[in-house]
């Protein structure tokens, strides 16, 4: 199934596919049982980043992860919570609350959230009360309408990650999409990425790490990998989660300081990419923009058809390089 499983050298090996199995027909009628033979979830917590399904991205009838809030018979509904907490269910195909889920990666839920415009990312894990509701410590950092990312297994289900806009009142200003780069600072860490994402077609990212001009070669892991990647898709914030094949102390998997994770992205355009990788007990996200199907991305913006891919006198804020994700944001 992957081409892209093989390690080599201290590279982690890491695949991922965009989505690609859920069915469209599906959003219309949310707690019907599959009609269809069970598919893997694109986009989810499955096992090595739930890869798999090479070569039907983009075929109708699928959908990358993350762009339903129901599909095959499960639901993500917030609830009701007190200022500063966020709360939701996920509801199952009997209509009840799930309460039996299998661990991912470390967790339960999986909670990822960021604005429509693609900031403020956010990765947490909630609590589950013995009701099967959901509770963190509110990751919705300002005023602005969210998108957030349920990403789960339920016990005898399939991966799944389901997305629900999230609005919190206020005054907003949208922050413009960072100009593609090649290189990013968060917390005096250098990360750079090498690789070209392409449509339809799986490419290799490697992202290096360093810090203070000396490469980290003692990464800590965090969930059970030296990193996680997730990719937002600009305009309609499709979800991707990549996980590794090789895990640390697997004895060929080094702790640094390159991280390289193969994706395939579903469609041409702009992407956001966020890097979670842990340093000195402290874990950190690195921001890129990276523009899909460009002829010589990233670094270079895509010709057409993408607000995103403007060139960095389009992007207004002279700070949009440093991207717009808050240093150190936290992590649970
Ligand atoms: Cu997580």
Same mark, same amino acid.
Not at 127 to 154: H, I, K, N, Q
Not at 203 to 214: F, H, I, K, N, Q
């Given at each position: 199934?992957?081409?892209?499983t093989?390690?080599s050298g201290?590279?982690?090996?890491l695949?991922?596919?965009?989505?690609?199995?859920y069915?469209?027909?599906?959003v219309?009628?949310?707690?019907?049982p +599959?009609?269809?033979?069970?598919?893997?979830?694109?986009?989810?917590?499955?096992?090595?980043g739930?890869a798999?399904?090479?070569?039907?991205?983009?075929?109708?009838g699928h959908l990358?992860?993350?762009?339903l809030?129901?599909?095959?018979?499960?639901? @993500?509904?917030?609830?009701d919570?007190?200022?500063?907490?966020?709360?939701?269910?996920v =509801?199952? *195909?009997?209509?009840?609350?799930v =309460?039996a /889920?299998?661990?991912a990666?470390?967790?339960?839920?999986h909670l990822?959230?960021?604005r429509?415009?693609?900031?403020?990312?956010?990765?947490?894990?909630?609590?589950m009360?013995?009701?099967?509701?959901?509770?963190?410590?509110s *990751?919705?950092?300002?005023p602005?309408?969210?998108?957030?990312?349920?990403?789960?297994?339920?016990? $005898?289900?399939e991966? @799944?990650?389901?997305?629900?806009?999230?609005?919190v009142? $206020?005054?907003l200003?949208?922050r413009? @999409?960072?100009a593609p780069?090649?290189?990013t600072t968060?917390?005096?860490y250098t990360?750079?990425l090498?690789?070209?994402?392409?449509?339809?077609?799986?490419?290799?990212?490697?992202?290096?790490?360093?810090?203070d001009?000396? &490469?980290?070669t003692?990464?800590?892991?965090?969930l $059970?990998? /030296?990193?996680?990647?997730?990719?937002?898709?600009?305009?309609?914030?499709?979800?991707?989660?990549?996980h &590794?094949?090789?895990e640390?102390?697997?004895g060929?998997?080094r702790?640094? &300081?390159?991280?390289s994770?193969?994706?395939?992205?579903?469609?041409? $355009?702009?992407y956001? @990419?966020?890097?979670d990788?842990?340093?000195g007990?402290?874990?950190?996200?690195?921001?890129f923009?990276?523009?899909?199907?460009?002829?010589t991305? &990233?670094g270079?913006?895509?010709? =057409?058809?993408?607000?995103a891919?403007? =060139?960095p006198?389009a992007t207004?804020? +002279?700070?949009?390089?440093?991207?717009?994700?808050v240093?150190?944001?936290?992590?649970?």
């Amino acid at each position: 199934m992957n081409t892209a499983t093989k390690l080599s050298g201290f590279a982690l090996g890491l695949a991922v596919v965009f989505g690609a199995t859920y069915g469209v027909g599906r959003v219309a009628d949310p707690v019907a049982p +599959p009609a269809e033979a069970p598919h893997e979830a694109g986009g989810g917590h499955g096992e090595d980043g739930g890869a798999g399904h090479g070569g039907d991205n983009g075929a109708a009838g699928h959908l990358p992860g993350g762009l339903l809030v129901s599909d095959r018979g499960y639901t @993500l509904r917030p609830v009701d919570a007190p200022a500063g907490q966020f709360a939701f269910q996920v =509801t199952g *195909p009997d209509g009840r609350a799930v =309460t039996a /889920y299998d661990v991912a990666h470390d967790k339960r839920m999986h909670l990822i959230v960021a604005r429509r415009d693609l900031s403020g990312f956010r990765h947490v894990h909630p609590e589950m009360a013995p009701d099967g509701t959901w509770r963190v410590d509110s *990751p919705l950092a300002g005023p602005g309408v969210w998108r957030a990312f349920a990403d789960f297994t339920p016990t $005898g289900g399939e991966a @799944l990650t389901l997305g629900v806009d999230v609005s919190v009142p $206020g005054a907003l200003t949208a922050r413009p @999409l960072p100009a593609p780069a090649t290189s990013t600072t968060v917390d005096g860490y250098t990360v750079t990425l090498a690789g070209a994402p392409q449509p339809g077609r799986t490419a290799e990212l490697t992202l290096t790490v360093s810090r203070d001009g000396a &490469p980290v070669t003692d990464l800590e892991p965090y969930l $059970g990998a /030296y990193g996680h990647l997730v990719a937002l898709r600009q305009g309609d914030l499709a979800y991707l989660h990549v996980h &590794p094949h090789g895990e640390p102390g697997d004895g060929r998997t080094r702790p640094g &300081p390159e991280v390289s994770f193969s994706a395939e992205m579903p469609s041409a $355009g702009a992407y956001r @990419l966020y890097l979670d990788f842990k340093h000195g007990g402290v874990v950190r996200t690195a921001e890129f923009t990276v523009v899909a199907g460009s002829p010589t991305a &990233p670094g270079v913006p895509a010709t =057409t058809g993408s607000p995103a891919a403007g =060139t960095p006198a389009a992007t207004s804020s +002279p700070t949009a390089d440093a991207g717009h994700g808050v240093p150190g944001h936290g992590h649970d």
